[in-house]
């Protein structure tokens, strides 16, 4: 059974950064997709990020340039290093792994494993 365990959210001033961690149990996280949703306050789930079992990084316009995900094959961890934060990036993270199609790299619907979430709060 494969379990994600994340950690490093947290409270941060707009403009600081924060880096999440996705520690991966149970498959190796090169044989997934692994992907990173958030939920703000009130609002549905959306995705922000991924890195593709063919070694594509995919953003949003909101996250390209500012968010960045890392792979660390020999700790089985991906990381999402998050810059420039601003209050609307404020959400609960989920990092996710499946092995869907390509064309659905950026769904939550074809996602197998989650894990447990956690809270990134920005303040102004």
């Known amino acids: 059974q494969v379990q994600l365990v994340e950690s490093g959210g947290g409270l941060v001033q707009a403009g600081g950064s924060l880096r999440l961690s996705c520690a991966v149990s149970?498959?190796?996280?090169?044989?997934?997709?692994i992907k990173w949703f958030r939920r703000p306050p009130g609002k549905e789930l959306e995705f922000v990020g991924a890195?593709?079992?063919?070694?594509?990084?995919y953003y949003t316009d909101s996250t390209i340039g500012r968010f960045d995900i890392d792979m660390d094959n020999a700790k089985n961890t991906v990381y999402l290093q998050m810059n420039a934060l601003r209050p609307e990036d404020t959400a609960i993270y989920y990092c996710?792994?499946?092995?869907?199609?390509?064309?659905?790299?950026?769904?939550?619907?074809?996602?197998?494993?989650w894990g447990q979430g956690t809270q990134v709060t920005v303040s102004s």
């Open positions: 996710a792994a499946d092995a869907g199609p390509i064309r659905s790299i950026r769904d939550s619907g074809t996602v197998v494993y």
């Open positions: 890195h593709s079992t063919t070694g594509g990084y």
């Open positions: 149970g498959g190796y996280i090169e044989d997934y997709h």
